[in-house]
């Protein structure tokens, strides 16, 4: 399995940052920057190759990476944010991944999508509906990518930023969430509940690994008791700004037909 990742420093503005449904408390930008830093770390000690995306001082929220696209197979949908001041964001990384050899179609207006909104596992790709992706942005995700084999599920999100502030999966398939802030778990085939909210974020490292914020010990302790090793990072200037541990990469795990570098 390839194993990239696309990464992309903090801006200085990083306090700046916009949020939508919890209160505003003071970001340390001098400390998230040391704990991107031990995130990219956990990502290479893990096996994963990361490229950084240019750093963009002027966005605040530039360090989310994984809102610029959602990638499939061999091709990227370039996002188009539901916020406008996160527009800029998308011109660098839509650089960086087709530099990789990677296929890119634009989501384009009046379509929105911001790429933490999209869940997949396997070949289902659940797109949260909510205050950043629109229905006609879901629609053209899945005109790029149904053709090459994946099935676009519609989920309903009214309280959280993202879907995968809501949601995320296990190795095996099992769709882990933080229950008061999903909006039908009747969605998903599997649903298991995470007693704190930020257990229920996690990236897939391997078949075995996840990674998770250091913030939901007992999250972790229920995850290592269904066989998986947790791998613990400390994000917490990152969930001050709705932030989590996907928003931070974006993961290849498909090589492209026709790699350049």
Known sequence: MTKLALVRPPSPRLAEGIVTHIDRSPVDVALAMRQWVGYVAALNEHGWTTYEVPAAPDCPDSAFVEDTMVVFRDVAALARPGADERKPEVAAAADAIRALGYRTVAIEAPGTLDGGDVLKVGTTIYVGHGGRTNPEG????????????????????????????????????????????????????????????????????????????????????????????????????????????????????????????
């Open 138 to 261: 879901i629609a053209q995700l899945a005109a790029a990518f149904e053709p090459l084999g994946a099935t676009v599920v519609t989920v309903p999100l009214s309280k959280v930023l993202h879907l995968k502030s809501a949601v995320t999966a296990l190795p095996d398939g099992t769709i882990i969430g933080w229950e008061p802030v999903v909006d039908d778990a009747s969605l998903f085939p599997t649903f298991l509940a995470m007693p704190e909210e930020p257990g229920a974020h996690v990236v897939l490292l391997d078949d075995t690994h996840v990674l998770m914020s250091s913030d939901a010990p007992q999250s972790a302790a229920l995850i290592r008791a269904r066989g998986y090793e947790p791998v613990l990072v400390d994000i917490s200037e990152y969930i001050k700004l709705e932030g989590c541990v996907t928003c931070l990469s974006v993961r290849l795990r498909e090589a492209p037909t026709t790699p350049t570098v």
